[in-house]
Each structure stands twice: as structure tokens, then as C-alpha cells.
């Protein structure tokens, strides 16, 4: 990676990081960038990774595309994540982590089709309505090339956005009573 993409050509260099681990599916090691003058870190993370997400954008397709097809989200959680696998989880885990990927995968097309309406006008929000449209068995990895230019911005598992962190309500303390200025003399 020679160019930083938030900088002006030639307005930074990147230094190269340790790379960072993904274990899933199987070990592998992302090259890091870092820029001085954005303050920030890059990764070449590969297409089919998802990002911020372990495993791959197929994997994730393959859960949302199940539950569409009217598998229902218990089904799907119990075919893709069985009891009796070695890395068992409940049901009720794998229930959520199903339904997690539903609302990621949802929320990204919605934003997609809203990012690019002349190009996903009239296509229905969903990922067997997106392969269809696009011609293509595999929705996610293609959204990456076709959304490259706005992969800084897009949330996972398909774009690079870093976490944002969640602004907690501030708490006014409650205030001790003052009194009376001077205190009064005890009678």
C-alpha cells in the first residue's frame, strides 16, 4: 500500500504495522498501515473477509439467505451452528448470532440501495433480490467492488468504518445544599 486513501497524493507515506491475526476460517495474518498525518490505521483486508466480523461474507450471506428462503431463524441457527459441533453454543446463542447477521446484512443493502438508487431503483432489500438483480451467486463480495469508493463509510461486514463509540448521557451529580451563609449559631 503506497498512498494513504484519505490523503492528497504525495502528502503522506504509510509505515507498515505488525499485521493482525483472523483465525476464522482458517489462520491467516492482515497487513496494517499506519498514517501520521490522519492519525489512523489501514488494513488490506482480502474481498471475501468480512470486516469487524470473524469469517467470511459467503458465511454471512449463506445465514441471511437461509432465513429468507423461510428457514426461520431457529432452524438456520440450529442447521448452521448444530449442538453437536465442537464449538457448540447454545441455541438460544446461536439464535442471536443468526439474527445478528440478518440485522447487519439488512441494514447494509438498505444503505447500499440508498447509497447507489439509480444502480438497486425498484430491487427489494433483500439478498436473493440483490443476486437476482445483479446476476451473481455471491451478493456481499460483489457489494465490495461495486461500493469500493465507499467503503470508509459503510458499517460491517461489508465496509471498513471503525467502530464509533456510543455517547453515554452525562449525569449531572446532585448538588449538596449550600445553607445558610453564615451558619446560623446553635441556640
Known amino acids: ?13 504509510l509505515e507498515p504495522l505488525a499485521p493482525y491475526l483472523r483465525k476464522l476460517p482458517v489462520v491467516a495474518f492482515v497487513a496494517r498501515f499506519y498514517c501520521r498525518v490522519q492519525h489512523t ?25 437461509a432465513v429468507e428462503g423461510g428457514g426461520g431463524t431457529e432452524h438456520t441457527a440450529d442447521t448452521l451452528r448444530p449442538a453437536d459441533a465442537p464449538d457448540a453454543v447454545t441455541l438460544g446463542a446461536a439464535v442471536a448470532w443468526v439474527q445478528r447477521r440478518v440485522r447487519w446484512v439488512t441494514a447494509l443493502l438498505a444503505t447500499v440501495g440508498s447509497l447507489l438508487p439509480e444502480r438497486f431503483a425498484g430491487v427489494e432489500r433483500s439478498v436473493r433480490a440483490f443476486s437476482t438483480h445483479l446476476g451473481i451467486p455471491s451478493v456481499l463480495v460483489a457489494l465490495r467492488g461495486i461500493c469500493e469508493r465507499h467503503l470508509h463509510a459503510l458499517p460491517r461486514p ?3 468504518n471503525p467502530r464509533t463509540p456510543v455517547a453515554l448521557p452525562r449525569r449531572r451529580a446532585s448538588r449538596q445544599s449550600m445553607g445558610p451563609d453564615p451558619p446560623a449559631e446553635a441556640r
Not at 500500500?1 to 507515506?13: D, Q
Not at 489501514?42 to 449463506?62: I, K, N, Q
Open 41 to 65: 490505521t489501514f488494513s488490506l483486508l482480502p474481498d471475501f473477509y468480512a470486516s469487524r466480523v470473524p469469517g467470511l461474507l459467503d458465511d454471512l450471506e449463506r445465514a441471511v439467505v
Open 158 to 160: 461489508l465496509g471498513l
Open 1 to 13: 500500500m503506497a498512498a494513504c486513501p484519505l490523503c492528497a497524493p504525495g502528502k503522506c507515506r
